[in-house]
């Protein structure tokens, strides 16, 4: 069974970039779909971006201009960046696995990574 | 952009009793709906997809119908464990601004 994990600094400066890694385990990173999904204290989820295994990714209209999320298919791992964050962007982190041959519904997830944006 | 909308935001069910969770589409999105459950410290788990089709190993007891705008989440014979909160999401604008509902929280 597929395992993924969050990781990464768990608190963030104003103004500096956000970045966090994905280790998936138990199962291939080939042929899916993988995605970041993040929740605000008090709001509800709302989906980053993706990034397939050959590289193409699709973004949030109103976060494409700040995330970035790559893959290292060698390391089993993708990552999500986010430059000039706000306390806006604190929030739990997840990373997520779409059903096989899909890319829009996440049958796997992290158990999330807290970051916290503060000076 | 599609806004999904839940309701209740909490829900007080006994043990043994059903749960209907309801979740609305601000435009259609045909079939093109999941459900999840959130469980406090837990990593969120797929029930539903398509508005219907019971992801792998999820239990009978839990349902989906629904198409366009109007959909709903069925939890017969509500046990401890189905304590969560829900979500609904919407996959058929993509990629979205909002994909999710903003929850409803099952208590027992």
């Known amino acids: 069974q597929v395992q993924l994990q969050e990781s990464g600094p768990g608190l963030v400066k104003p103004s500096e970039t956000l970045s966090l890694t994905c280790t998936v385990s138990g199962g291939s990173i080939t042929y899916y779909h993988w995605n970041w999904i993040r929740q605000s204290p008090g709001k509800e989820l709302e989906w980053i971006g993706n990034?397939?295994?050959?590289?193409?990714?699709d973004y949030n209209p109103s976060l494409r201009s700040r995330v970035t999320i790559s893959l290292d298919a060698s390391k089993s791992q993708f990552s999500l960046k986010v430059t000039s964050v706000t306390t806006a962007d604190s929030a739990v982190y997840y990373c997520a696995r779409c059903i096989l041959g899909t890319s829009r519904i996440f049958d796997s997830w992290g158990q999330g990574k807290s970051v916290t944006v503060s000076s | 952009e599609i806004v999904m909308t839940q309701s209740p935001a909490t829900l007080s069910v006994s043990p043994g009793e059903r749960a209907i969770l309801s979740c609305r589409a601000s435009q259609s999105v045909t079939t093109n709906l999941a459900w999840y459950q959130h469980k406090p410290g837990q990593a969120p788990r797929l029930l539903i997809y398509?508005?219907?089709t019971r992801a792998t190993g999820v239990s009978a007891r839990f349902s989906g119908i629904g198409s366009g705008t109007e959909f709903t989440l069925t939890i017969s014979s509500l046990q401890s464990e189905d304590l969560a909160v829900y979500y609904c999401?919407?996959?058929?604008?993509?990629?979205?601004?909002?994909?999710f509902g903003q929850g409803t929280k099952v208590e027992i």
């Open positions: 990034i397939y295994y050959s590289g193409s990714t």
């Open positions: 999401q919407q996959y058929n604008d993509w990629p979205p601004e909002r994909a």
């Open positions: 398509g508005a219907s």
